[in-house]
Every structure is written in structure tokens, then in C-alpha cells.
């Protein structure tokens, strides 16, 4: 016995709203805020993986991809729950 869609889409959902917060926060910021809090006036990708050409590139598209994809499912479950 499988899990039904409401739950297939709910879990699929979560995944992608974490991996949005993911991905905002690793972004080099122009400013302070979670890209300051690093302490060395870094965004979180460069502390975490060190400077990388192209990385806030890549993090922009998938930022942009994990946000359609969520906005997406939560129209197709507000679609099939009401």
C-alpha cells in the first residue's frame, strides 16, 4: 500500500519551500544579514565552499527552480483539496 498524492505532494512540497531557505541563505547578500553573520563579510556559499566563480550563477537557478516548483505544488494541492 503506497502513500496516497496528498501525501507524495506534501513531502515534494517541504523539500522544495527547505531547499528555497537553502539556497536564499547560502547567496552572497550586498549587506549584512545571514551573509554578515558569517563573521568574515562573506555570503554563506563562500564560507561553506570557499570562493568559486559562478556560484551565486547556480544558486540563483536553482533558488529560481526549487521557488516555481513550490509555488506550483501548492497550487495543484489547493486545486485537488478544495
Same mark, same amino acid.
Not at 33 to 58: C, I, M, R
Not at 66 to 79: D, G, K, P, Q
Given at each position: 500500500?503506497?502513500?496516497?498524492?496528498?501525501?507524495?505532494?506534501?513531502?515534494?512540497?517541504?523539500?522544495? +519551500?527547505?531547499?528555497?531557505?537553502?539556497?536564499?541563505?547560502?547567496?552572497?547578500?550586498? +549587506?549584512?544579514?545571514?551573509?554578515?553573520?558569517? $563573521?568574515?563579510?562573506?555570503? $554563506?556559499?563562500?564560507?561553506?565552499?570557499?570562493?568559486?566563480? +559562478?556560484?551565486?550563477?547556480?544558486? +540563483?537557478?536553482?533558488? $529560481?527552480?526549487?521557488?516555481?516548483?513550490?509555488?506550483?505544488?501548492?497550487?495543484?494541492?489547493?486545486?485537488?483539496?478544495?
Amino acid at each position: 500500500m503506497g502513500f496516497p498524492l496528498n501525501s507524495v505532494l506534501l513531502i515534494f512540497q517541504i523539500l522544495a +519551500g527547505a531547499a528555497v531557505v537553502i539556497t536564499i541563505l547560502l547567496q552572497s547578500g550586498r +549587506g549584512a544579514g545571514f551573509s554578515g553573520f558569517t $563573521g568574515q563579510g562573506q555570503g $554563506g556559499a563562500e564560507f561553506f565552499f570557499g570562493q568559486q566563480k +559562478g556560484l551565486d550563477e547556480a544558486l +540563483g537557478r536553482v533558488t $529560481g527552480v526549487a521557488a516555481v516548483v513550490f509555488v506550483a505544488l501548492t497550487y495543484i494541492m489547493a486545486r485537488l483539496w478544495t
